[in-house]
């Protein structure tokens, strides 16, 4: 809960940013913030056994691991003395706590009871976090105050919590929650300070007036009046001026308020029933020395540390609560290690760039993730690349934002780009060679339509039909012309109609690399190719035919049909 009100107070500060602003941070987690969030998610949804807290979980975790978001669990120790009653008061009269209300006067805190159902929730979570290579650090007392700690001494970004009174414990960036959408709701305690007007001491302040986990509202006050007094007596002095007078300090405030609209009043005339004691100088007492690690401790330094991801542990751990198989498992968290591998990389190559050292990738004293880019996508209106990884056992490929890959191997996309080029080369050559070999074939054949008319008028005087001239013509025609049209299209419309002609006529020779005017496509039908090979057929029944051209007849044939074949 933290200060009854806060954020109400603090909602002109709320910020909305992407997720993606959390990549290359690293951020401590109240994780008991967290799975009472994902708590209240399993039970609108489904039986607290199927997990699905759990599984919430997971996806989120695997989301911040894609952006390096280097992640330090934080789960609360024992309960302070003085959150007892709040605490009891929270779960019914203290089903978690150890010791009775009577023997909490001589103690400082309260052990929790681990045996929870809750308790066994943070328990898989952290199972789950160390399988993933998230280290968790076990709070003395509160989580949001080691958090807050953390942060406040720049040895993380932000702390995830709900919990309002982290900035009490001297937190500078809260990321609240995570909302569908990929965007976190942040607040910052610099725009508190210069929007409000509101620092560490007068945000303890209002915790006193308006009640908190550590002491009970004061009758009278709500977040207007208690934020004007606090600003009235200003950050740099308000503690110390409620240390020094208490209580009588609000007095004193409301009664100067009300002198000036009651002259003749005195003080003795005003009926305040606040109470005049200093018993919340224990509250104020807590959230400036919380019971935490230190910075410089050996328990805060190895979770700093990076951890490695354990990918058979993981198996287990979504073989035992999710009932998912080794290759489900690799499905979902496979492509996002190698993601956040591909991102430590990155920020390798741009820390020795920014010390004036320039290594191509091939002399970097670590391996490239990506052996090569087997495809461009988009998705969302986003650019991506398909990778192929090296290093990366169970996985082949996957999509990896364009962006990520030209910060991390700008040498990889030049590599893509060059055998792209490279294969769209044999293309164009194989059609050239197509028609050439067509302008070759129609060389030929005029050739032999040539000789054939040539031997039948020295034999016979007479010459080749004009069906049969025309029908191999038109029939070749109708090839070339659509070779010319794919060749135009492709070409900015430069046909390569002027390379070669067919003749019509039974003597002329045509000039085939004169170029000519662009003909109108003839679309040859099977009728004409039948009338072709039926009036060949029929000079073949013909018994006053020399062997010669008989033989030249059936060479046209069989040259015509070979022709068909392979241009069908």
Known sequence: MGVKNLWDILESCKKTIPLHHLQNKRVCVDLSCWMVQLQKVNKTHCPIKDKLYLQTLFHRLRSLIALNCSLIFVTDGSIPAIK????????????????????????????????????????????????????????????????????????????????????????????????????????????????????????????????????????????????????????SSVLQRFASEGLSIVKKIKCSKKKGLQENNTDHGIKCDLPIDNQFLKVINAYLKPKCHSADSDVVHRVLALYPFNRSQLHQICAQFFEWPPEKTDEYILPKIAERNLRRYSNL????????????????????????????RKSLGRDYFEVSWQGMDGLQSSAIPADLVESACPEKILEFQQRKAQKQKPARKTKSKKIAEMKEIDEKLQQLLLEIEQESTATRGSVVPQ??????????????????????????????????????????????????????????????????????????????????????????????????????
Not at 199 to 222: C, E, H, K
Not at 468 to 495: K, M
Request: aromatic letters at 6%; one cysteine or more.
């Open 84 to 235: 007892l009653s709040t605490y009891r008061r929270r779960l019914n009269a203290g089903n978690e706590v150890v010791l009775d209300a009577g023997d909490t006067h001589n103690v400082s805190s309260v052990k929790r009871n681990m045996g929870s159902a809750f308790s066994c929730m943070i328990k898989e979570a952290k199972f789950l976090g160390m399988a993933l290579g998230i280290p968790c650090l076990d709070g003395i007392e509160e989580a949001e105050a080691q958090c807050a700690l953390l942060n406040s001494e720049s040895l993380c970004d932000a702390c995830f919590t709900s919990d309002s009174d982290a900035f009490l414990f001297g937190a500078r960036t809260v990321y609240r929650d995570i909302c569908l959408g990929g965007y976190v709701v942040c607040y910052e305690m610099d725009d508190i300070e210069r929007e409000l007007g509101f620092g560490r001491n007068s945000l303890i302040t209002l915790a006193v007036l308006l009640g908190s986990d550590y002491s009970q509202r004061i009758r009278g006050f709500g977040p207007e009046s208690a934020s004007q007094i606090v600003k009235s007596i200003g950050d």
């Open 349 to 376: 190559r741009a820390t020795s760039s920014e010390f004036g050292v320039h290594l191509p990738i091939d002399e970097m004293p670590v391996e490239c993730p990506v052996s090569s880019i087997v495809k461009q």
């Open 467 to 568: 069906e049969i001239r025309n029908a191999g013509t038109d029939y070749l025609t109708t090839h070339v012309n659509n070779l010319e049209d794919e060749d135009s299209s492709n070409n900015g419309g430069n046909s390569i109609s002027g390379c070669y002609s067919f003749s019509a006529s039974g003597t002329e020779i045509i000039d085939l690399i004169s170029p000519l005017p662009r003909r109108h496509v003839h679309v040859a039908s099977k009728s004409q190719e039948t009338r072709c090979m039926d009036v060949i057929e029929l000079s073949d029944t013909d018994n006053e035919v020399s062997p010669e051209h008989a033989r030249r007849g059936k060479d046209l044939r069989l040259f015509l049909a070979s022709i068909r074949d392979e241009l069908s």
